[in-house]
C-alpha cells in the first residue's frame, strides 16, 4: 500500500518521488520517507466518475469534494501509521508527486498541493487526501490547459512522498549548469524553502563557477517562514540578519557539487530544493530544468536603462507592451485581462492561471528561481522581478513596456 522511499519509481510514484528515490538510492542526502503510489489513488476514487467533473469550476469543486469527503481505506491508513512509526512518528512533509508533474516536458511549479510540519496519521491521511484533490483544482486544470488531464476519465494519477520534515535555518533553489563553462545558480533565504520558491522573498544569488569560485549578491530578505508546534508562521527577519548571507560560500560550493552529482546521476540539468538544517545541507527535490533563466550578468550601464525606467531582475526573457494590471491578492484576479501585465506584490503558486494570459509579469519580491519565474519562462511571458514598491510606483490602467531580458520597466 505504500513505496519506501529509497524503492520509488517514476513509473508507480511520479517523477518527484521517483528522482527522490533514484538519489537516496545513490546515497545523496535526502529526507527518509515513503510514497502512497498511484495505485493507492486509483482504487481511492474508483466508482467516484470523476470524469465529468472537469466542464468548469463548480464541477471541479464537486470533484475535490467527493476525494476529500472519502474514508480512507483501511488498509492505507494503518500503512500510513506503519510507515511513521518506522520513521519514529516525526513531523513530516506531505507532497505531491503527480504524473504529469517534474517531467522534461513541464515542471508543473505549484500545481499542486503540499504540506510542512504534519503530525500523526490522521494529520497525513487528511492532507493526503488534500493531495489527491488539488489534481482537481482551478489552478491545477489551468495548468494542464484543457481542463481534463491526461485525456483519461480522472485525469493524471496522484502518488504523495511523505518524507520528515526538517526545521531549516536556511533554504533554497539551485539550477545545475546548462552546459560547459556555465556556473551553478543557487537562491537562498533564511527559514524554510516556500519563501523562496513561493517568491514572497528577495533571497540572496549566489554563482559558483567550475573551479570554485563565488559571485554572490545579498539581498534585503525581510520576512522567513518557520515551524512553530504544528504550525508555519511568517516573522519579520531581525534587522542585523536582513543584510547577512543566508549561506556562506563554502555551503554555495557544497551545495554546487551535490548538484554536479545529482545532474550526472538524472542525466541532464537539474532544479534542485534544498535545506540546511543542524548544520548539514539537504536535498528536498531535484526535477529537470525545463526553461533556464536569463544568463546573469552586471547591472546594464545606466546610460542604457531607458529614462523614467524601473529596475528589477531579468526573469524570463523578451519585452513586451501593455496594460499594467495591479493585483494584490486573489481578489483582484477578475480584473486581469488577456494581454495586460500582471504587477504584484509577489506571484503565490495559487496565482499561476493568471500566466496562462497575460503578457508580461512584474513583482515588488522574488527570485529567478521561484515558481512563478520558472512558469513564465515556461510560458514565454517575459518578467522582471523584485521591483521595490512596483506596485505604488505604477499606476493600475498605465501602458507599461517589460524588457524581461535587461530587467526594466517603463512606463509608455
Known amino acids: 500500500m505504500i513505496v519506501p522511499l529509497v524503492a520509488a519509481a517514476a513509473d508507480t510514484c511520479g517523477g518527484k518521488g521517483g528522482a527522490l528515490g533514484a538519489l537516496l538510492r545513490a546515497g545523496l542526502p535526502v529526507p527518509d520517507g515513503f510514497v502512497v503510489p498511484f495505485a493507492a489513488y486509483l482504487a481511492a476514487v474508483r466508482g467516484l466518475d470523476l470524469g465529468r467533473h472537469t466542464a468548469g469550476p463548480d464541477d471541479l469543486a464537486a470533484a475535490r469534494r467527493a476525494i476529500e469527503a472519502r474514508t480512507l481505506d483501511a488498509g492505507l491508513a494503518a500503512a500510513l501509521a506503519r510507515g511513521l512509526a518506522g520513521l519514529g512518528d516525526p513531523l513530516v512533509a506531505v507532497r505531491s508527486s503527480a504524473a504529469d508533474e517534474d517531467t522534461g516536458l513541464s515542471s508543473a511549479a505549484g500545481r499542486y498541493e503540499s504540506f510542512l510540519a504534519v503530525r500523526g496519521a490522521g494529520g497525513v491521511a487528511e492532507a493526503v487526501r488534500a493531495c489527491w484533490a488539488s489534481l482537481f483544482s482551478p489552478r491545477a486544470a489551468a495548468g494542464r490547459g484543457s481542463g481534463d488531464g491526461s485525456g483519461s476519465g480522472d485525469g493524471p ?30 537562491e537562498a533565504s533564511w527559514g524554510l524553502g516556500p519563501s523562496v520558491v513561493g ?20 539581498a534585503d530578505k525581510r520576512t522567513r517562514l518557520d515551524r512553530e508546534g504544528a504550525r508555519l508562521v511568517v516573522r519579520n527577519v531581525p534587522d542585523d ?4 548571507a543566508a549561506i556562506d560560500d563554502a555551503t554555495a560550493v557544497r551545495l554546487a557539487g551535490l548538484g554536479a552529482r545529482i545532474a550526472a546521476l538524472r542525466g541532464g540539468p537539474q532544479d534542485v530544493e534544498w535545506a540546511v538544517a543542524g548544520g548539514r545541507v539537504w536535498i528536498l527535490q531535484a526535477r529537470p530544468v525545463t526553461a533556464a533563466p536569463p544568463p546573469a550578468g552586471p547591472p546594464a550601464p545606466e546610460a542604457d536603462v531607458p529614462a523614467g525606467a524601473l529596475v528589477g531582475t531579468p526573469g524570463s526573457r523578451g519585452a513586451v507592451t501593455g496594460t499594467a494590471r495591479i493585483v494584490r491578492g486573489p481578489r483582484d484576479f477578475a480584473r486581469v485581462l488577456p494581454g495586460d501585465v500582471l504587477v504584484c506584490p509577489f506571484t503565490d503558486p495559487a496565482w499561476t492561471p493568471l500566466l496562462r494570459i497575460v503578457a508580461g509579469v512584474v513583482t515588488e519580491t522574488g527570485g529567478v528561481l521561484s515558481h512563478a519565474a520558472i512558469v513564465a519562462r515556461e510560458h514565454a511571458i517575459p518578467a522582471v522581478l523584485g521591483v521595490p514598491d512596483v506596485t505604488s510606483r505604477l499606476r493600475d490602467g498605465a501602458l507599461v513596456t517589460v524588457d524581461g531580458t535587461a530587467g526594466t520597466v517603463t512606463a509608455t
Open 157 to 186: 494519477a496522484m502518488a504523495v512522498v511523505v518524507q520528515r520534515h526538517l526545521d531549516a535555518e536556511a533554504s533554497g533553489v539551485m539550477f545545475t549548469p546548462g552546459g560547459p563553462g556555465e556556473p551553478t545558480g543557487i
Open 199 to 218: 517568491g514572497t522573498v528577495t533571497p540572496d544569488s549566489y554563482r559558483v563557477a567550475a573551479d570554485g569560485s563565488v559571485v554572490r549578491a545579498v
Open 241 to 244: 540578519l536582513r543584510g547577512r
